[in-house]
């Protein structure tokens, strides 16, 4: 089972957007895949539009507050073959304060570690550098790094860095699989400059080639609760996306 994060701490960098189409590509290629709302916005829950839950339905916060007493696989809900969605809801975000200990900072890696017989778990945290962020980095064992390429965004790439740095404490095994730019105009040169002006970081050697690009589709699919693919099957970003799954798909 691989985890990945799809994380950054710039707002509007796309990640939800990610997790949500990635989560649908990997599944319809085969790949047992559970989607993971770490968001006390619950944004990823929120573009499941057609889901119902049960009175009994466990939700990350329940499993976070409990990780050794409750069952994951009993949190997940189906979505179509192969995709499933582990919800949250606004009371994550009354945890903050006991996750963010030392005791409970490895609770969401406890409970992840017990999900069985998947190939990804895709983790949607906020766009921040808080309590949330540190336990999915903590949990994961790789993350993907969406980046739209403007100044704004490669400004506040160190303070995600700076975070990413405090969560190897708790797992040094964790890796930057790729930094991808996101958002892009693909007319634009825009890309190749960030691009030469990572050119000396050590991120460089992470550059996705993949490239998703600036796409109405991506922009109000979720809106709709469909993904890339079924709202608009001529949508030029369906190519990204089967690019990025197949990149994905390599690491395992």
Not at 80 to 92: F, S, V, Y
Not at 165 to 176: E, M, Q, T, Y
Not at 226 to 245: C, E, H, R
Request: net charge neutral; hydrophobic share 40%; proline share 6%.
């Amino acid at each position: 089972m691989k985890i990945l994060a799809i994380a950054n701490s710039k707002g509007g960098s796309g990640k939800t957007t990610t997790v949500f189409n990635l989560g649908y590509s990997l599944a319809r290629r085969g790949f047992k895949t559970v989607v993971v709302d770490f968001d006390p916005q619950s944004s990823l829950t929120k573009s499941f539009k057609n889901l119902e839950y049960p009175q009994t339905q466990l939700y990350i916060e329940d499993l976070v507050f409990m990780p050794t007493r409750l069952n994951p696989n009993e949190a997940l809900v189906p979505v179509e073959k192969n995709l499933w969605l582990i919800p949250a809801t606004l009371k994550l975000g009354g945890l903050e304060e006991i996750l963010s200990t030392k005791e409970h900072v490895t609770n969401l890696k406890i409970t992840l570690s017990r999900i069985i017989d998947v190939d990804f778990v895709l983790i949607d945290p906020p766009g921040s550098t808080d309590t949330f962020m540190q336990s999915a980095l903590v949990a994961a064992d790789s993350i993907m790094i969406p980046i739209k390429p403007t100044v704004k965004d490669f400004a506040v790439l160190p303070d995600f860095l700076a975070c990413l740095d405090k969560a190897k404490v708790f797992n040094p095994d964790l890796d930057i699989k790729s930094l991808v730019f996101n958002q892009v105009n693909v007319v634009s040169k825009t890309k190749d400059v960030f691009r030469e002006f990572l050119s000396d970081h050590p991120l460089s050697k992470k550059i996705s080639k993949t490239v998703i690009r600036q796409s109405q589709a991506a922009a109000v699919s979720d809106g709709f609760g469909k993904s890339v693919f079924d709202y608009d099957k001529k949508s030029p970003i369906i190519k990204d996306y089967g690019q990025l799954t197949e990149e994905v798909i390599s690491w395992i």
